[in-house]
């Protein structure tokens, strides 16, 4: 079953910005986001979602209100939610594998009881640019044509990207919106960004930039998020990386070095000394191989609790 807007099947292959030209609902929900002002959002109730990571939960959840994510340049923040139960899975896509990730955002909604009740599957895209390399044009396209592939209506309710998302300055391109948060009660979707990054902030970083796959974070029926156990290869050349200049670091460790945020480079610096220090993960931060737990707790943030049989 096809991706719709408004009702009406949506005939691919096209461009977001001719999409939304022939959906003007699609055109003003994008202007309408563009417009917001930026909301900080605390880190009470929050489950932050870091690149190849997706958290799915529901209006049952008494711990987490707020998913969100943000540092998308080229990269896309997709979230798809059930209007009937409310599931709500927020994820981080880079185009790494989007062919094997769309399936995964599919079924952890499923996974919720009720998804099969009245109410639909609504779809919401944000990020990206004009970049120079195209990455954002060919993310959109392959995010469209994997919903589009997929057995299930999918309503497309936003779709802020790539040039719908785009500002120029000085003849560079940058993003508008860099990140997102979406309220799990009320499913409102806003501007967002965030000064907690955690748990396990380096960690979780680590893995992605090491090649790690798409990975659910969070399960939503014990509320707890679970990170690891993960396993990496040695970083190559790890040492020659943590020498060079900031310049050096944004060329060759960015999609889109002049979009990227201020704390990119301090990010980068920080995983890669974070795997210089662990190159081989498994011995020193998942000991006996379990994985870390973290629940909220009264105050609403994260606490780390025992792994099972420990």
Known sequence: MPLLVDGRRVRLPQSAGD??????????RARLLRGQSVQQVGPQGLLYVQQRELAVTSPKDGSISILGSDDATTCHIVVLRHTGNGATCLTHCDGSDTKAEVPLIMNAIKSFPDHTQ????EA???????????????LTHQLLSEFDRQEDDIHLVTL???????????????PIIYGIAVNIKTAEIYRASFQDRGPEEELRAARALTGGPMISIYDAKTEQLRIGPYSWTPFPHVDFWLQ????????????SPLAEPPHFVEHIRSTLMFLKKHPSPANTLFPGNKALLYKKNEDGLWEKISSPGS
Not at 118 to 121: E, S
Not at 124 to 138: A, E, M, P, T, Y
Not at 160 to 174: A, I, Q, Y
Request: aromatic letters at 4%; a negative charge; glycine letters at 6%.
């Open 19 to 28: 999409l939304v030209r022939a959906h003007p609902l699609l055109e003003e």
């Open 118 to 121: 009245c109410g639909r599957l």
């Open 124 to 138: 919401h895209l944000v990020g990206g640019f004009n970049d120079d390399r195209q990455l954002s044009q060919k």
């Open 160 to 174: 802020c990207v790539t040039e719908l998302n785009d500002r120029e300055e000085n003849e560079s391109h940058f």
């Open 244 to 255: 060079q200049d900031d310049k050096q670091i944004l060329e060759n460790l960015s999609t």
